[in-house]
């Protein structure tokens, strides 16, 4: 192979080379468009709809605990009860112990 005919070939690949790094340009350019894209979409739309949501969520949940407070109150009410079970169970059994000791 003469010096013309490599000189030729790196000129060739070098060609290659910087056609294939104009193709990654274009498709850097592709990928920044979409990312600017999705960022707007996030922002304008996405961050949007979420805050409409979270107001809603906000705003059903002051109607509804305004609609059944009792709901409420009952559910507190339940939680002491179960509270007050659980500890007369256990003072049974403390008495109980009590007892067979005594006994």
Not at 16 to 40: D, F
Not at 48 to 74: R, W, Y
Not at 88 to 100: F, G, I, P, Q, T
Request: charged share 30%.
């Amino acid at each position: 192979m003469t010096d013309s005919e490599k000189l030729d070939l790196i000129l060739s690949e070098m060609q290659e080379m910087k056609s294939e790094m104009q193709e990654m340009k274009g498709e850097m350019q592709e990928l920044k468009q979409r990312t600017t894209n999705i960022e707007l979409h996030i922002e304008n739309v996405t961050d949007k709809n979420i805050q409409l949501i979270a107001e809603n969520f906000v705003e059903l949940t002051k109607k509804l605990n305004q609609a059944i407070p009792v709901a409420d109150k009952n559910l507190a009410y339940e939680v002491k009860v179960n509270y007050l079970i659980n500890e007369v169970a256990n003072l049974k059994e403390e008495v109980a112990n009590l007892k067979n000791r005594i006994a």
